[in-house]
């Protein structure tokens, strides 16, 4: 990441700085800069829509390029401890490293990093970027035919793909469903229907399900007939990307569907839950069936690593030291001492203990 250069000033500097690192005397002189992560200044916000928030999150060295579609592990400090949440990135891949991204944020009323974001985040806060990752990304050769179907906040990563597209020349014809409650409810909407007025390639369907109801099987067929032929992106929740694999899986067409989702469906449990001990915090919560591990440990002011909260990142995985668990989508019970386990998705079935 560094330079041989600069790794040797970085080590010179911490033989000098001690018991003080280099980064605390970074710190005194630019908040910015650190060493060991990307510290980020919100040099700007645009209210979206009530509760949705943009970011703009600028940091004083750069970023590594990311690719579009690629989420960002970003951290807050809330109350002296830092919380981490994952969130797509919704500004242009460049392909090249640069100083400043954006990221959508939509409250979820849980009171963690996104409600943080969008209700008490200021210009000139300081957050902390890790680098992007993530595998549902525009492909680097792009196909002629794309279609993107997002539900929600589920537009954010393909925000990034069409902004990046809009960017390039290319000779791809994107169609883009874009769906919510209604219209207003729509993230983005004004800008896409800008592009999909000023642009050939781009063609935008408004799909408000109070009125329409689920973009369905039928309203695929109808409203895209050529859809066989695209490479499709889908990001949603669990519902509609369990009916698009369904549809693609029944056209035997599924190495040409690339989704994301952003929200678990979760199985309602009937059962006892237990008490939760974390080992190395000496920490323990009773918590019931439905709760998860990651919310038990939070509950007891553990330090417990998250990023989606979806199981999707498996940033959260923590070894399990005793105890059965319950998976909390599909209800299966499970667990062995010694297996690392996904916390977000993970609920005690009896008392369980976590090295954490
Ligand atoms: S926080 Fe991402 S998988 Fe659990």
């Not at 004083?60 to 400090?77: E, I, K, M, T, Y």
């Not at 196909?143 to 925000?159: E, H």
């Not at 509950?299 to 005793?322: E, Q, Y």
Request: net charge neutral; hydrophobic share 40%.
């Amino acid at each position: 990441m560094y330079s041989s250069r600069m790794t040797r000033i970085v080590t010179l500097a911490k033989r000098l700085t001690t018991p003080l690192l280099p980064d605390d005397y970074l710190t005194l002189f630019n908040p910015l800069l650190t060493f060991d992560s990307y510290r980020a200044r919100v040099s700007q916000i645009n209210e979206e829509l009530p509760g949705v928030r943009t970011l703009h999150l600028r940091t004083a060295r750069n970023l590594p390029a990311f690719r579009a579609g690629q989420h960002v592990r970003v951290g807050v400090d809330l109350k002296g401890v830092r919380h981490v949440r994952s969130f797509s990135i919704t500004s242009a891949a460049t392909g090249m490293a640069a100083r400043e991204l954006t990221i959508t944020v939509k409250a979820t009323g849980q009171g963690g990093v996104s409600d943080h974001l969008v209700h008490r985040a200021v210009t000139g806060d300081i957050v902390y970027l890790e680098q992007a990752s993530g595998d549902f990304v525009l492909p680097a050769e792009l196909p002629d035919r794309i279609v993107m179907i997002a539900a929600g906040s589920g537009v954010t990563p393909l925000l990034s793909m069409v902004r990046t597209l809009a960017l390039a020349e290319h000779d791809t014809k994107v169609t883009f469903v874009l769906g919510a409650r209604t219209t207003q409810d729509m993230i983005h909407r004004h800008e896409l229907v800008a592009l999909s007025e000023n642009q050939e390639w781009f063609d935008l369907i408004l799909w408000p399900s109070a009125a329409l109801g689920h973009f369905n099987r039928a309203a695929l067929l109808r409203e895209i007939p050529d859809w066989q032929s695209a490479q499709t992106f889908v990001c949603g929740p669990a519902g509609l990307l369990t009916h698009a694999d369904s549809i693609w899986r029944s056209q035997n067409a599924l190495e040409r569907l690339h989704t994301e989702q952003f929200q678990t469906r979760l199985a309602k449990i009937d059962g006892r839950g237990g008490t939760v001990s974390f080992a190395k915090s000496g920490r323990s919560q009773a918590a019931d069936a439905n709760t998860s591990l990651l919310q038990a440990g939070e509950a007891a002011d553990v330090l417990m690593p998250n990023g989606c909260r979806a199981g999707i990142c498996h940033t959260c995985v923590v070894p399990l030291k005793a105890g059965k668990l319950r998976d909390l989508r599909s209800g299966e019970l499970h667990g062995e001492p010694g297996d690392m386990v996904q916390t977000c998705i993970n609920a005690a079935a009896c008392d369980v203990e976590l090295d954490v």
